[in-house]
Structures are given as C-alpha cells and as structure tokens.
C-alpha cells in the first residue's frame, strides 16, 4: 500500500515546508478554501473515518455537531500520546509535521474555528520544537495567519505542551489542562461541541486522525474508503513493540490481521521463542492468546472478541513473560495515572497494585486473585472517566487467560513462567 | 525573583491564549528550563504576573509530574522508562546498571549534583526500548556500555 501518514518516515529532511510541498503538501488546503465548509464535513462523513485516538467516532459526525451560530469555535489536537506500548502521534509530529498543519487547517476550516491547539505531551521536547519550527514556516509562508493564501480564512495555531499527566489525554481533561487547571476530566454532557475550550464549541481529535484528513479532500471519499476494513477503513498507524525482531511503527489497512503484524511485518518472535500474549491496542486494551492472532484489527473486530483498538499500541510477550509481572506494571501505572478526581479509581487502582505487588514480590495472601476480582467489579461502572474502567479491563485481561499463573504465584510464592519471583529490575 | 528573560518569555506565550491563567504550565515550564526547578517565590510571582492566587499556580504544579516543585535536580535528570515494553527489554537491569554506576538509588542525586535518577512512565519510545530520557533528550536502545558512553558525555 502506498503510505499516506508516514510518506516521510525515511526522508531525513521531509519534515521541512519546501520538502512537504515539493511531495505535493499544501495542496489540499488550497482545493479545501473552494470547496466550503459543508461540503468538507460531508466528504470527511463520506469517507467514513473514525478517529484514531482510540474510541473510533466517526469524525465528520463529531464535526457536524459543531453549532454555527456560536462564536469563536476552537479546534484542539490530541498529540497526548500517553498510552503505554503507542509512539504513533510521535511519528508524524517529528517525521511530517505539516501534515498534521494541514489536517488542522482543513478541519479548522470545516468547522469555522480560528484558533486551534496542538496539546502535546511534555515529555515530546524534540516533537513540540518541530511543531514550532513549521508553524514558523506556514506562517511565512501565508499559510497560517490572517487571509491565508488570499483567502477571507483566517487560522492561528498553538502548541500547548503538557507537563507529565496520562489522564490530559482524556478530552476535556485535556481543555482543563490549556485553561490552566489541573488536568481532571468535566462531567460529560454537555460535550465538547457544544460546550468545551473555555466554554465554546471544540472538536477534538487525534494527530492521526486529522492527518488522514489532506489525502481525503486530495483524494476524494471513496479511495478513502475503500481501504481497510468496510465498517473503518482507511489506512492504520500500528505501533509494534516487546519481544518481535523488527519493533516499529507500520502504516497497513485498517482491519490487517493481527497474526500478519506482528508475524510478517514485525518479524516474528524473537529468539525463536513462542508467543504468549499480545496487547492490541495500548496497555489499556485487554490482551490477547495465540489462538486469537487472526483478529482483523479494526474497531469492532476487536470489540467483538472483548478487547480493543485503543491506540493501536501491540506489545508482544513472549513464553518467558510473566504475567504477574506485566499485570503489575501495567495497574502501575494505572493508579500513578490516577487523577484523583474520583474514590473507586483514586482508592481502586493503588489497593490493585499493592496487591499485585504483593503476589509479584512472592508474599501473595490466600484469596488475594478474588480480592483482586472484586476490587475491580467495585471500581468498573463506578468511575468519572474511563480510566478507572480501563485498569480492569487491562487486569481482567491478565486473569481471564492467566488466573492459574496469578494463583501459582500466590500458593508457591514464585513464577510459574521462570521459576523464580525475582524483584522488580530482574526481569529474565 | 524572576529574570527580565524569564518575564519576557512568559508574556511571550500570554497572547497565545484567551486568558492569563492558561499560561501558567508554559511559565513554570518556561522557569524550570532556565533553573531547573521551581521555588515558592517562582510561584508566587507566576501568580502576579497572570493575576491568580499562588496556591492556585501551585496546585498546576503539583499536578503534573514534570514539574520539580521546591526539588532541586542534579545538572542532569536521568528518567528511566520502566513501562511494560521497557521492562520486557531489560528496563530493570539498566535503572539497577545506572544505580551501581551512579551508587544512588532511584529518587537520589549524586554528591556532585550532576545526576538525579528517576524512573518514569512510558515515554512514547517503545519500539526502542530499552530507553531513557535525560534532560531533554532520548537515548534509545540502551546497553551498559551506551550508557557508559552517554553519562560520561555528560558534565
Ligand atoms: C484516560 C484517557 C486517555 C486518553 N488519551 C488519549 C491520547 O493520548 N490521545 C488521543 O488522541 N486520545 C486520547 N484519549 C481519547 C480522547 O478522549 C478523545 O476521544 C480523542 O482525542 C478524540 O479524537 P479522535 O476522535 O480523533 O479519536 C484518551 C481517553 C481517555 C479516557
Ligand atoms: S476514573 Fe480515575 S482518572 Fe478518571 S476521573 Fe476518576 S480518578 Fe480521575
Ligand atoms: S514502554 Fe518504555 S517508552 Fe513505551
């Protein structure tokens, strides 16, 4: 398949303007300013893209929900990027940053916003000084700023770096964050749309998502379309990392089988070692066994068999993973992620790891897997925003394929995997 | 106090938004690059500046954990990944490497001040794991003997 988000992944200089038009950049900008706002958020409908960042909404809907006759309307990109096992928005932020300028500028458009926001994560010092460098070039250029290209558009765009915080990626976490407040989600409704960046109508969406947005207006909906899985198609970014032999990101088809990633483009397991588990979509998504590699792996595919997209984050464990272990880690971070707002995921998710700790650190209590069960039947459904729900689905996960492991390791005081518990920093 | 260059910058970002308060993570962002860290009397004139009370600039500090409130850092800030991809490369054996070799543990400076070790979340780097971020940087595909080389380039 020809690449459409990564086209510049091996151009050591393509992040540049004069590269990014010389490849035909810019383009979809200039046919966009004819085309009219309806007319966009229609195409983007047809082409039947669903946002990237990991709930899968249809974009052109969010879009359409945008109301017309309040003003100023804001667009805000997620370049949050915090997902454990997911470096995709990385990727085209210091590989292609233009276009995502051009995605946002398009979408800016569409929906009448003239101010919009990279929100990127902290962490991404050398992302956010590509950001920089070409918004300095587009504004030179005339394609940001007042009347861009002659046009009576105006568009100014601003890149909010975050500060160490998973929970900013969460939407309005994220408008808390460019307010100025801590990052804790708002109660849902009123959306976004109607209520969102200092209480005006915002879309949000994915650095992933808005870059596919050039291609389509290039393009047109149905090429879009007709790539990838029929329910969302398009092309996927999937960030392969663990134990492959070629760990990387790869740009395929919506909906390419699971087995075929990380099989033939990630190279197989590595040192010959059999697979024991797959994460198919960021740490949040329950894992996966062998006998489910042939998952086609898009939205609803994934959702059938009881797991997730998320972020298109595949971590690989191979047969010397303990699973205790990575479920440790994993609710780690969970509860390090915490925002606090609310008691059952604040309270939950760190009564979670102590007693993930305990099983992992060989001084595992009798009954600690049910309390662990019921810990999480006491958080899920009970939290403000789904992080609290998505440590038990990723611990849930662990047990479904692993209960007996978790018990071994309870009863036996060690592994299973590797005969020996080991302390944290051990981990062969 | 802050610097004229310090001010100069934070009222830079000022017209980047709607209102002052927005620009309170860009300020201490802006104050911890130039000193490392941030004091209370960083706060308090962040505070003035955006017109908010302190606690309320000390609240967005405290929250978001890139911030190094009233904790001074070595000269350099070692953070190692030690997220599920990581530790499945070996995360554990280069925070215990780069502990030996520093004779701190994680959360500790060295004497001279030259590095503080600490171990952080997924970076967004995993397909090159094992891999830290110091300062700014990422040092990806980590080994004992490209640390050796990494810490040492580092005064
Ligand atoms: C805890 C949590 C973390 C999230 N992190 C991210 C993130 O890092 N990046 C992202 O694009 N979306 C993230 N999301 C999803 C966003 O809330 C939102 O759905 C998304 O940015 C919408 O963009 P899209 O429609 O283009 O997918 C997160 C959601 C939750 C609940
Ligand atoms: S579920 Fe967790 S992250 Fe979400 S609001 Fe509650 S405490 Fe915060
Ligand atoms: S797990 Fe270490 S960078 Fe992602």
């Known amino acids: ?428 | 106090m802050l610097s004229e260059k310090v001010r100069g910058e934070i009222r830079g970002v000022l017209r980047n938004y709607k209102n002052l308060r927005s620009a309170c993570m860009a300020a201490l962002q802006i104050i911890q690059r130039e000193a490392g860290h941030i004091t209370e009397a960083d706060m308090s004139d962040v505070a003035s500046l955006l017109g908010v009370n302190p606690v309320q600039v000390e609240e967005v500090g405290a929250f978001y954990t890139m911030y190094n409130v009233r904790k001074p850092v070595g000269r350099h800030h070692i953070q190692v990944c030690t997220n599920l991809s990581c530790s499945l490369l070996g995360a554990g054996h280069i925070v215990n490497f780069i502990e030996r070799l520093l004779k701190i543990k994680t959360g500790g400076t060295t004497q001279d001040k030259r590095f503080t070790l600490s171990t952080v979340e997924c970076l967004g780097s995993c397909a090159t794991a094992p891999m830290m971020q110091v300062d700014e940087d990422y040092y990806e595909n980590l080994t004992e003997e490209r640390i050796n080389e990494i810490l040492d380039g580092l005064k």
């Not at chain 1, 002659?150 to 994220?174: K, N, P, Q």
């Open chain 1, 1 to 428: 398949m020809e690449k459409i988000l990564l086209k510049n992944l091996n151009n050591p200089g393509g992040h540049t303007l004069d590269n990014y038009i010389a490849g035909g950049g810019y383009r979809a900008v200039k046919e966009a300013l004819k085309l009219g706002h309806d007319h966009i958020i229609q195409m983007v409908k047809d082409s039947g893209l669903r946002g990237r960042g990991g709930a899968g909404f249809p974009t052109g809907l969010k879009w359409s929900f945008i109301p017309k006759e309040v003003y100023p309307k804001y667009l805000c990109c997620n370049a949050d990027e915090g997902e454990p096992g997911t470096f995709k928005d990385r990727g085209i932020i210091e590989y292609d940053p233009h276009l995502l300028l051009e995605g946002m500028i398009i979408a800016s458009y569409a929906i009448g916003a003239i101010s919009a926001y990279i929100y990127i994560r902290g962490e991404f010092a050398f992302g956010a000084k590509r950001l920089w460098e070409a918004i300095k070039e587009a504004y030179e250029k005339g394609l940001l700023g007042k009347n861009i290209l002659g046009s009576d558009f105006s568009i100014d765009i601003y890149v909010h770096r975050g500060f160490g915080a998973y929970i900013c990626g969460e939407e309005t976490a994220l408008l808390e964050s460019i307010e100025g407040f801590r990052g804790q989600p708002r109660k849902k409704p009123p959306f976004p749309a109607v209520w969102g960046l200092y209480g005006k109508p915002t879309v949000i969406n994915n650095v992933e998502t808005l870059s596919c947005i050039p291609s389509i207006i290039l393009n047109g909906p149905k090429w879009f379309s007709s790539m990838g899985s029929e329910k969302s198609p398009g092309p996927k970014l999937y960030c392969v990392s663990g134990h492959v032999n070629r760990p990387g990101l790869y740009e395929l088809p919506m909906g390419t089988p699971l087995r075929e990633i990380v099989y033939n483009h990630a190279g197989g397991i590595k040192g010959g070692r059999n697979l024991k588990a797959v994460i198919p979509g960021g740490v949040t998504a329950p894992m996966l066994i062998e006998k489910e590699l042939d998952v086609p792996m898009d939205f609803d595919s994934l959702a059938k068999i009881g797991s997730m997209l998320g972020s298109g984050g595949v971590v690989v464990m191979d047969d010397t993973t303990c699973m205790v272990k990575a479920a440790y880690i994993i609710n780690r971070f969970f509860s390090h992620e915490s925002c606090g707002k609310c008691t059952p995921c604040r309270e939950g998710t760190h009564w979670m790891t102590e007693v993930l700790k305990r099983i992992e650190y060989g001084e595992g209590k009798p009954g600690d897997v049910e309390l662990l069960e019921g810990v999480c039947a006491n958080i899920f459904g009970r939290t403000f925003c789904p992080l609290g729900d998505g440590a038990v689905m990723a611990l849930r996960g662990a047990l479904k394929n692993f209960r007996d492991e978790f018990a071994y390791h309870v009863e036996n005081k060690r592994c299973a995997a590797r005969g020996g518990f080991g302390a944290i920093g051990v981990w062969e």
